[in-house]
């Protein structure tokens, strides 16, 4: 069936740029999601991208898609202590109705 | 502009009783879908409602059921609780069974005792 993989943890100074990988199974994927769960909190969408786009840039947030290989990246550039957070990759099923999560990056921004 | 609301927020229930969870989608939003998040997981699809029927299930029992309203606001039900219910309960909403936003409510925290 479908999955999507994440590593579990980041670690990254203030001021850098945080890069957090994914990857899925599904090679008929249509969108790919990035979500943000701060503690105690539902999920934020940050971005998503489409899968005929390589690449999808908003503010600070950098989406690349790789298909052949079924990797998606975020990079998040001059990382802040507020991005600290669980990051959630998550991609559309076949059918478009429901999501299929990782199991979600903890970014932890150090000053 | 009100975004996804739910409720109650935390909720703590006893092993095999019954409980329902509300959720008011984003204005301007029919399809409500309904995910469970245990701790250190990824959220995992329920199942989605549409014009008031249910669309599409995911991988979890009968006790889970649910309901759309007219207003398109749904409910959660789950009956004979069991400890591995205990989860946060997220609420997504959608214009149409094919948009590709959700956008998510808080979640409401439930706890089995």
């Not at chain 1, 975020?74 to 999501?99: E, H, K, M, P, V």
């Not at chain 2, 509300?22 to 029919?30: A, T």
């Not at chain 2, 309960?89 to 409401?108: D, H, K, M, N, W």
Request: aromatic share 12%; with cysteine.
């Amino acid at each position: 069936g479908e999955d999507v993989e994440q590593s579990l943890f980041l670690s990254v100074r203030e001021g850098d740029s945080s890069v957090i990988n994914c990857t899925y199974t599904d090679s008929s994927s249509t969108y790919l999601y990035w979500y943000k769960q701060e503690p105690g909190a539902g999920l934020q969408l940050l971005t998503y991208i489409f899968s005929n786009m390589d690449m999808k840039q908003d503010q600070r947030l950098t989406v690349l898609l790789n298909k052949k290989d079924k990797h998606l990246s975020l990079r998040i550039a001059d990382t802040q202590t507020g991005d600290s957070a669980i990051y959630f990759c998550a991609d559309l099923n076949q059918a478009g109705t429901a999501l299929i999560f990782g199991k979600g990056t903890t970014l932890s921004v150090s000053s | 502009d009100a975004g996804v609301t739910q409720s109650p927020t935390h909720l703590i229930k006893t092993r095999g009783q019954q409980v329902t969870l509300r959720c008011s989608p984003k204005s301007g939003h029919d399809t409500v879908s309904w995910y469970q998040q245990a701790l250190g997981q990824g959220p995992q699809f329920i199942f989605q409602y549409y014009e008031e029927e249910e669309r599409q299930r995911g991988n979890f029992p009968d006790r889970f059921s649910g309901h759309q309203f007219p207003n398109y606001s749904s409910e959660l039900n789950v009956n004979a609780l069991l400890l591995g219910d205990s989860a946060l309960y997220l609420c997504a909403s959608r214009i149409g069974v094919g948009a590709y936003e959700q956008y998510f409510g808080p979640g409401t925290r439930l706890t089995v005792t």
